[in-house]
């Protein structure tokens, strides 16, 4: 899928927003700048949270909306063993009652779930400022 401006990204995170339930995994892809954040931005938007920042130097932020859906925005982009992965505790959000982005995933793909939803961000600077390339791979929850 090819997005071209801001509000497109914001449209692709709305739909996905539309179909995602409780338990949901998203793993996100791509250079720094590609609109991971964005994204995650964007979909908790749609669920009423405004307040979204990157948790590069947290790992881990949790965002609430007024009816308890709790949103886990996860980021693996300074990890470096399976062992500081193990640390952080990523597995404790991955079978709750929350949603989870994982921006940086593929740095914790041994511990990540089959059922996750993997989402590249591929930049085309050549092309315009804001230009994507946006790839979903889902897999079924058993």
């Known amino acids: 899928m090819n997005i071209y401006n801001p509000e497109e990204m914001q449209n692709f ?17 791509g250079e720094l700048s590609s609109g991971k954040t964005f994204f995650v931005k ?6 009423g949270i405004k307040k979204i920042s990157s948790p590069t ?20 982009y300074r990890i470096k063993s399976h062992n500081e992965a193990n ?9 709750s009652n929350g949603i989870c982005f994982i921006e940086w995933a593929s740095k914790i793909k041994y511990i990540i779930p089959d059922f996750a ?13 804001f ?12």
């Open 13 to 29: 995170a709305i739909k996905v927003a539309n179909k995602s339930k409780r338990g949901d995994i998203f793993c996100l892809e």
């Open 117 to 129: 939803t993997w989402i590249y961000f591929e930049k085309k600077l050549n092309f315009n400022e």
């Open 42 to 47: 964007s979909f908790a938007n749609f669920f």
């Open 87 to 95: 640390d952080v505790g990523f597995e404790d959000y991955f079978f």
């Open 131 to 142: 230009f994507r390339r946006v790839k979903i791979i889902t897999k079924n929850k058993s």
């Open 57 to 76: 130097f947290s790992f881990i932020n949790i965002y609430r909306n007024k009816k308890g859906l709790e949103i886990y925005h996860m980021d693996a």
